[in-house]
């Protein structure tokens, strides 16, 4: 895995500050502390970073095709970079190392912008090709990999894998996007296309960029998720599931160096973990975060599953209020980020790269199979949209969802005040709510008025609709894994362990999320996914003969961190001296009063605004570093 940055001029020939693109692009050493390389022409400058994992000897970048006409720099894996090269080898081109990184240059020279279509594996790169003046800049089909671009005011595209590259640059626009504090406390994060600052952008996941002097920036999808012509039977769901996924693992086994697996006792990670077991000659690696309090300690089923398969087991144990990174993870991240499973996670990538520089996940099996409650619970919610009329609904549900009061301390069944809410919507609107860490009502409370009325009408909820335009299936799971794939998988999961993972120099690959097997997947019928209330039905079944059935059928618990405890303890005076710091007070965004209210509410136990106050939290250390 590597960082790539780059400058080029869109307007006119000139020079490249080839110090300042050195200085910048070391902002991001971290994902790539092996090797560096520059190139440079009166059109642009390319850098990267490398941290190396294939050829280690010869893979050095920028990388060029034979006759130094086509450059490359490229951050990523193509798993089918070996039957590629046997391909363009026989259309002529001729090969000087066993990178994958140098089957880019020759799939650009004969197939063009169409070449990211025939790669499979994580990845975002850019391109030059001298005689023909174009840049070309691609990311994979699920956003694996981030590439961030912006243009400064003397017509300078620059682009990099981190944010921290484009704010190091002194020309760059750094305007917060007014938008961004909506869309923030909504999700958790800033969704695609999408950053905290006005001017700067991510490339969209399945989009390329093709630029020449004087072009528009105007990114085009080569890929989506698209509906299944044909739904799988129970029968061709189970002939196929395991030998589909083992395939998607044996092809992320290829490294010159070692290499491991997450193994955190869920039914994800346990999956990969035995198949990889199934295809090594050697015991795997793996590596599982222990907690000392029992409610969020799942290690005992990690080391269930190493015993079984003999693996190389590697485990530490954290103190669940251990918060020592909280200000690391505001300078990982670069932008409002709000996931707390992002501290154990970036825990488990420091022990993981202490004995290997790649390892496997679980990631995406939840998406894919329909694991979260929500995806029950939006089903079930379906079903009485479906039987009862709009405005009945919204007659009936929308006062309930007012008046109801906002039981956390309550058992699940009675805390129906979202459940309430989201009846009184259309499915869209109603899963926007579902997911949302602070719901409309409470972001119109925490927010001033001045805010409120600049954003003009917008609702956070607009980037799901405007998904949800392309769906090409009316099956109401699909419906939402789709809107997860868009929003979530990318803008969540995959950004926190790109994050946590490069901040530790390591190699995280998912195979679960290899694009091949996920458009199978999206042809499971999506009542083997969720049957009888359980979520992966299908995919657990298929596990039975590898992983336990005290694994398989016990209740989720993911990384959850005591955050409400936090905030009433080792962390009240951190709480309230950065959320009612000046930055924020003075930002505009903020209902003051309301802040000192959640502060005040929850660590005197009148309510549980524990999510919702670490929103705040990560957001006012993000303002603190602007």
């Known amino acids: 895995m590597c960082g790539i940055s780059g400058v080029f001029n869109l307007c006119q020939p000139g020079r490249i500050d080839k110090r300042l693109l050195e200085r910048v692009n070391r902002l991001q050493s971290h994902r790539g502390p092996d090797d560096e390389g520059y190139f440079f022409d009166e059109h642009i400058g390319l850098a990267h970073r490398r941290l190396s994992i294939i050829d280690l000897s010869g893979g050095h970048q920028p990388l060029f095709n034979e006759d130094q006409s086509v450059v490359v720099v490229f951050n990523g894996e193509i798993y089918n970079y070996l039957e590629l090269a046997a391909e363009l080898a026989r259309l002529g081109h001729q090969f000087r190392t066993y990178s994958d990184t140098e089957v880019i240059v020759h799939a650009w020279e004969s197939w063009g912008e169409d070449c990211v279509k025939r790669f499979r594996g994580m990845f975002a790169f850019a391109v030059w090709d001298r005689n023909k003046k174009q840049l070309f800049l691609g990311r994979d089909r699920l956003g694996k990999k981030p590439l961030f671009y912006t243009v400064t005011a003397k017509g300078q595209f620059l682009f990099a894998s981190e944010l921290k590259v484009l704010l190091g640059h002194p020309e760059v626009d750094t305007t917060l996007r007014n938008e961004m504090a909506e869309e923030y406390f909504m999700y958790g994060y800033i969704p695609e296309p999408y950053s905290a600052y006005k001017h700067i952008f991510k490339l969209n996941p399945g989009h390329h960029l093709t630029l020449s002097p004087g072009s528009e920036i105007a990114p085009r999808q080569y890929w989506d998720l698209c509906a299944p012509d044909q739904v799988l039977s129970w029968e061709q769901t189970q002939e196929s599931l395991l030998d589909k996924l083992q395939e998607a693992v044996r092809i992320r086994l290829a490294a010159d160096v070692p290499l491991g697996a997450f193994l955190s006792g869920g039914v994800d990670s346990s999956a990969v973990v035995s198949l990889m077991a199934s295809l090594q000659n050697t015991p795997v690696h793996t590596c599982a975060i222990g907690f000392t309090e029992q409610a969020f300690d799942e290690s005992e089923y990690a080391r269930q599953i190493a015993n079984r398969y003999h693996t190389e087991h590697s485990q530490q144990i954290v103190d669940p209020n251990d918060i020592s990174l909280i200000d690391t993870l505001a300078d990982i991240y670069d932008e409002p980020y709000a996931d707390s ?286």
């Open 341 to 626: 499973s992002a501290l154990p996670t970036f825990r488990v990538c420091q022990l993981a790269s202490r004995s290997v520089k790649v390892a496997l996940s679980g990631d995406g099996g939840d998406e894919i199979f329909g694991g979260y409650r929500r995806h029950r619970l939006h089903l079930a919610e379906q079903r009485v949209r479906n039987a009862i009329p709009g405005p009945i609904r919204k007659s009936v549900f929308g006062p309930l969802g007012y008046l109801y009061p906002k039981a956390d301390w309550a058992p699940r069944p009675l805390r129906a005040k979202t459940t309430f809410q989201s009846l009184a919507m259309d499915a869209v609107e109603g899963y926007a709510n579902s997911i949302s860490k602070l719901r409309r009502g409470e972001r119109q409370s925490l927010f001033s008025d001045s805010y409120q009325h600049s954003l003009n009408g917008y609702d956070g909820s607009e980037i799901l609709k405007h998904h949800a335009r392309y769906f090409t299936t009316d099956d109401p799971l699909k419906q939402i894994q789709y809107l997860d794939m868009k929003t979530w998988l990318v803008g969540d999961i995959l950004t926190k362990v790109d994050r946590a993972s490069m901040a530790n120099s390591l190699e995280v690959r998912a195979p679960m999320l290899d694009h091949e097997f996920v458009e199978w997947a999206y042809s499971i019928n999506s009542k083997n996914n969720i049957r009888h209330r359980e979520g992966k039905y299908a995919f657990k079944r298929s596990l039975e003969n590898h992983v336990g059935h005290n694994i398989l059928y016990r209740p989720k618990m993911g990384f959850s961190m005591p955050i409400s405890t936090w905030f009433r303890t080792s962390l009240k005076d951190t709480l309230a001296r950065n959320v009612l710091s000046t930055n924020m007070c003075d930002s505009g965004f903020f209902d003051v009063d309301w802040l000192k209210k959640m502060i005040s509410d929850h660590q005197q136990g009148y309510r549980d605004h524990g999510e919702s106050l670490w929103c705040l939290l990560m957001f006012s250390l993000f303002m603190a570093r602007q």
